[in-house]
């Protein structure tokens, strides 16, 4: 009786289950991806001050020394690798 829609139960639930898991991943990358902008931009304007001359004190070069360090530790290791963070729990909502 109800075999025909426990296959289509599976179907639906294994690509479902699929596209949220790709959601989260395009949305990591894409955090991670506007961290790093972030810090790029930080190192540019450091590097740009430097040219001009200017004077930067020891606690500002250790703090964009700690934002590269922090860049090299927090790359995927791998190309589908989840992005190092903060983990937080996730929550799904059966509707």
């Known amino acids: 009786m109800y075999k025909p829609f426990l296959?289509?139960?599976?179907?639906w639930a294994t690509f479902g289950s699929a596209a949220i898991h790709l959601l989260w991943t395009k949305n990591e990358y894409r955090e991670y991806k506007e961290k790093m902008d972030l810090k790029i931009l930080k190192l540019e304007e450091l590097i740009e001050r430097l040219k001009r001359?200017?004077?930067?004190d020891d606690a500002e070069r250790s703090q964009k020394s700690n934002i590269v360090r922090q860049t090299i530790t927090t790359q995927p290791k791998a190309k589908f690798t989840h992005i190092q963070k903060e983990e937080k729990?996730?929550?799904i909502v059966w509707l």
């Open 89 to 91: 729990p996730k929550t």
């Open 53 to 56: 001359g200017e004077n930067i």
């Open 7 to 11: 296959y289509q139960y599976a179907v």
